[in-house]
Structures are given as C-alpha cells and as structure tokens.
C-alpha cells in the first residue's frame, strides 16, 4: 500500500529535550515536506527536500532541522523545542514528475507538546 | 506571491442539505487548486483537483468544484450532506511548482442529524 508514514504519532516532551519525528514514503517520490497545522493558520511548510541531499527551508523553518540522507526517509530534527513549537506535524511527499498540479500525500500527521 | 482564503472557519448544515465551502485564490498565473479533506486524527486526503481540463472538477465523496476565473473562487459543493462528511476541509493553490502550494486555513464542517 502506498503511503507515507510518520513515527511517533503523539510526543509529549520538555522544553529542550532534542528530538526527531520520523517520515518515511514508499513511493518513490523525489519531493518531501514538513508542515505545521495551528489553529486559524492551516498549513504551513517548515522545509522541503526536493531529492536527495537537496533540501530548503519553507515558510516557517526557525527551529527545526532536517536531513534528506536517503531518498525514503526525511526527519525533523527539534534540537531545543520550545513550547511555540507545540502543533501538529504532517509529513507529505509527491512526484516531480508531471506538468503540475501535482498531488500531494500526506502521513496520518504527529502533534507534539512541548512544556 | 499565490494565496487562498477560505470563508468561514465553522460551516454547521443539517443532514441531507446542500453543502458550500467557500475558496477564493490569488495568483499571479493561471493556477491549480485544490480541496483536501481531514477527518479526526488523520492525515490530509485529496478530494479533487483543477488543472484546467474542465471548469466543473468532480471528485470522491459526491464532492465537487467549480473553477471561476472571473470570480477567482473554487468553492465546494455537495448536493445532500452525510453525517460522514463531518471534517475539516482545506483549500489549496499551486502554480505548478512542487514547492508552490499554499493551504487556505480551513474549515471545519459539522452535520446535524
């Protein structure tokens, strides 16, 4: 089955206290991003990869790191989480192949609280 | 820099009435747009899509979209409401880029029985 998977799926952590939320898709796409969800703000875009080793930042990138080390995996790395940082985390991923209006598929999604 | 704004964070409708979801984009070039849906605790789902094959976009669920250039809307629309349709809807814009696609702030649809 196609799909793209995020680990963990609930993190209660202290302000601080590094960690990684994983993302890993089976699909072969070459594009992978990492969205926040707030509410009254949507979706926002902290990073993106484009492929391998080719990563940029989004909308919202302060405070997070990411690594595109292989073509399946990209993790969100939160060296020193702040509670500004509690939200709701999606992991997508897409083909860059097509003329546009690619579609994007998400992962079931990770909320985070940081006190 | 493209953009989209939904009106209305809350829609309530009773089961069976006609659903509306309104979408209005901004964009420098023609655009595609999109309607995702999310049920509780899960991930964002595609419910249709423009890419300037038709006005007229059907998607799943009996959901579907109009494209109107003159209005610069993609509202969304479903003739008879289901208790299942209960979510939260986001609207979306790309112009064409991978990178490109900005999300609306979403609505949240409930349905009365």
């Known amino acids: 089955e196609a799909q793209v998977t995020q680990n963990p799926r609930y993190l209660i952590t202290v302000t601080g206290k590094k960690l990684t939320v994983t993302c890993s898709q089976n699909?072969?796409?070459?594009?992978m991003s990492w969205y926040r969800q707030d509410p009254g703000l949507g979706l926002r875009q902290i990073y993106y990869?484009?492929?391998?080793?080719?990563?940029d930042k989004g909308d919202v990138p302060e405070g997070y790191k990411v690594s595109r080390k292989e073509k399946r995996n990209f993790p969100l790395i939160l060296e020193s989480p702040s509670p500004n940082q509690t939200s709701l985390y999606f992991c997508?991923?897409?083909?860059?192949?097509?003329?546009?209006?690619?579609?994007?598929?998400f992962g079931p999604g990770t909320r985070l609280t940081v006190t | 820099a493209q953009s989209v704004t939904q009106l209305g964070s809350h829609v309530s409708v009773s089961e069976g009435a006609l659903v509306l979801l309104r979408c209005n984009y901004s964009?420098?070039?023609?655009?595609?747009l999109f309607w995702y849906v999310q049920y509780p605790n899960q991930g964002l789902q595609l419910l249709l899509k423009?890419?300037?094959?038709?006005?007229l976009v059907k998607g799943i669920n009996g959901f579907e979209a109009e494209f109107k250039k003159s209005e610069t809307s993609f509202h969304l629309t479903k003739p008879s409401a289901h208790m299942r349709d209960a979510a939260e809807y986001f609207c979306?814009?790309?112009?064409?880029?991978?990178?490109?696609?900005?999300f609306g702030a979403g609505t949240r649809l409930t349905v009365k029985p």
């Open positions: 997508a991923s897409s083909s860059t192949l097509g003329t546009g209006g690619v579609e994007q598929y």
């Open positions: 699909m072969n796409h070459e594009y």
């Open positions: 990869s484009m492929n391998v080793e080719v990563t």
């Open positions: 964009s420098s070039v023609p655009p595609y």
């Open positions: 423009y890419t300037s094959a038709a006005t």
């Open positions: 979306a814009v790309s112009e064409g880029g991978n990178n490109d696609m900005r």
